[in-house]
């Protein structure tokens, strides 16, 4: 069966609300969606999922379990890591998505909360019938949120061009079902414990872990960014001023996205926008249309002039940042 996954928690409720919309119009109301609880702040989700006989909360304890260790055990043998949170773990449940290698789906799209399906996934899932891991990104481009920037370590570990065409954002993915076994997995933290922890880059935990396994273990993957006739291939970050607003669409010299990636944008912002404040989202009314799908009644209106969801520092916190730095030093 194949099927879509997601992360969250009750902190992100608005951003899978939009999401769950979103898959429902464009790739089916039967579609079987996958929730995997970021902690334990689900309350919310479970209500609302409870009215969506296609939609389930991952609750299979011992998955959960396994890969939180397997993520604890990675991070031990990283020295930098240690240093940086010697008693904690860094965004810890962002790598519960992980679940989905154990989950419901023989082959699954993972999309992270804060994205919209805008167009079937026909072509993803086409493309695992040839490779074992897809994506659709221009990761690539920027290694810096994926690895360590030191080249001599990554040549060491990934020789030739490999970071600069395979590397991916965690953020989309289509992969199959047990993609890593146990013995994988614990060859992976010898391989770390080797030496190879300094590739990993500590403050994107799960994508960096992710990026490791799919490409230490040599797993067959692509990138569609890659695969697709180039008049096809389009971008997905809202990042982008370049993309067009058709309606409910988005597209990207007249073709449409797959998906739209709200990223680098807190929740806490979506969810002051969906309490009705006026802030300067970008494609802020595509993402209200899907969030509000089945409750049209209930979606803000607004009037004036928007305010930036991030606002530069005024000149009075500009001097008090400064005196603080003096102060600490």
């Not at 180039?230 to 607003?245: A, D, I, L």
Request: a negative charge; charged letters at 25%; glycine letters at 4%.
């Amino acid at each position: 069966m194949d099927g879509i996954c997601t992360l969250g928690n009750d902190v992100v409720f608005d951003q899978i609300v939009a999401l769950l919309n979103s898959i429902e119009v464009n790739q089916g109301k039967d579609t079987p969606v996958c929730i995997y609880p970021y902690d334990d702040r689900t309350e919310r989700l479970a209500e609302e999922i409870s009215r969506r006989p296609s939609v389930t909360l991952y609750d299979d304890q011992a998955s959960i379990e396994r890969w939180d260790n397997f993520v604890k055990s990675a991070w031990k043998t990283c020295t930098a890591a240690q240093k940086l949170w010697p008693n904690s773990y860094h965004r810890f449940g962002t790598h519960r998505r992980y679940g989905a290698f154990d989950g419901p789906f023989d082959r699954f799209v993972y999309m992270d909360a804060d994205t919209l399906l805008l167009k079937p996934l026909d072509r993803v899932f086409q493309q695992l019938e040839s490779d074992d891991f897809v994506v659709f990104d221009f990761q690539h481009k920027d290694i810096s949120h994926v690895y360590t920037t030191d080249r001599e370590i990554l040549q060491r570990v990934f020789p030739g061009d490999r970071v600069d065409r395979e590397i991916f954002c965690s953020g989309f993915y289509g992969a199959k079902r047990d993609l890593f076994s146990p013995e994988e997995q614990q060859q992976a933290i010898e391989l770390l414990k080797s030496g190879e922890e300094d590739v990993l880059y500590p403050f994107a935990p799960d994508q960096t872990l992710l990026n490791y396994l799919v490409m230490r273990l040599e797993k067959p993957s692509s990138n569609l960014a890659f695969e697709l006739p180039k008049e096809q291939v389009t971008g997905n970050c809202v990042t982008s001023p370049n993309f067009q607003e058709n309606g409910h669409q988005v597209t990207d010299k007249g073709v449409s996205l797959t998906y739209l990636h709200y990223i680098g944008i807190p929740s806490s912002v979506m969810a002051r926008l969906c309490q009705g404040e006026n802030l300067d989202v970008p494609y802020r009314d595509v993402f209200l249309h899907y969030r509000f799908l089945h409750d049209p009644e209930l979606r803000p209106t607004f009037a004036g002039t928007p305010k930036p969801y991030n606002p530069a520092p005024t000149l009075l916190q500009r001097a008090k940042r400064k005196l603080k730095r003096i102060m600490n030093r």
